[in-house]
T-cell receptor, first 112, second 115 residues
Framework: NAGVTQTPKFQVLKTGQSMTLQCAQDMNHEYMSWYRQDPGMGLRLIHYSVGAGITDQGEVPNGYNVSRSTTEDFPLRLLSAAPSQTSVYFC???????????FGPGTRLTVT | AQKVTQAQTEISVVEKEDVTLDCVYETRDTTYYLFWYKQPPSGELVFLIRRNSFDEQNEISGRYSWNFQKSTSSFNFTITASQVVDSAVYFCALSGNNAGNMLTFGGGTRLMVKP
């Protein structure tokens, strides 16, 4: 099992550009989530999904879109990148909200 | 809304010292789940423990132990005889049982263990 995979590992964007961060899991988990990690603030939930076709907003959803067309994939789209979106992004999956989450290796994004 | 507070942003100890990382949480759910994760310098997040709100038994795993006290809404983590390899950022997290109460993380505690 590859677990949770994320691509790319590093990305530099200019303000206003758009891009998609990819996330895939091979554990057949229903729940998938996206978090951003900023210094001193822990991880904050951006969007999550409780199954294919179902998504919802987390604590900091502005500027991001998600979709969940399959159980395996949960891409995160930055619509128009801003310097405030410079962060490390983690994707995670789990059986449900009561179980441990399995995290991907993270994507370090810099917006200039 | 739920909240997790890790008041200690950074702790420095000398190897072999014992160290306790504090975690205080707030939730209105009667059923909830608490977690600890470790983030070593390499950056990945490693699951350490999960505890549900009905199980207040303390847990020990090798040099690690956890003290869950519902009366004070705390879930503290103790490392006995710390080692340099324990140097990492440690996160406490909370998940409620109601829709929308996905995992909420504390701000993390950076532990530095010096030789």
């Amino acid at each position: 099992n590859a677990g949770v995979t994320q691509t790319p590992k590093f990305q530099v964007l200019k303000t206003g550009q758009s891009m998609t961060l990819q996330c895939a899991q091979d554990m057949n988990h229903e729940y998938m989530s996206w978090y951003r990690q900023d210094p001193g603030m822990g991880l904050r939930l951006i969007h999550y999904s409780v199954g294919a076709g179902i998504t919802d907003q987390g604590e900091v959803p502005n500027g991001y879109n998600v979709s969940r067309s399959t159980t395996e994939d949960f891409p995160l789209r930055l619509l128009s990148a801003a310097p405030s979106q410079t962060s490390v992004y983690f994707c995670a999956s789990s059986w449900d909200r009561t179980q441990e989450q399995y995290f991907g290796p993270g994507t370090r994004l810099t917006v200039t | 809304a739920q909240k997790v507070t890790q008041a200690q942003t950074e702790i420095s100890v000398v190897e072999k010292e014992d160290v306790t990382l504090d975690c205080v949480y707030e939730t209105r759910d009667t059923t909830y789940y608490l977690f600890w994760y470790k983030q070593p310098p390499s950056g990945e997040l490693v699951f350490l423990i999960r505890r549900n709100s009905f199980d207040e038994q303390n847990e020990i795993s090798g040099r690690y132990s956890w003290n869950f006290q519902k009366s004070t809404s705390s879930f503290n983590f103790t490392i006995t005889a710390s080692q340099v390899v324990d140097s990492a950022v440690y996160f406490c997290a909370l998940s409620g049982n109601n829709a929308g109460n996905m995992l909420t993380f504390g701000g993390g505690t950076r532990l530095m263990v010096k030789p």
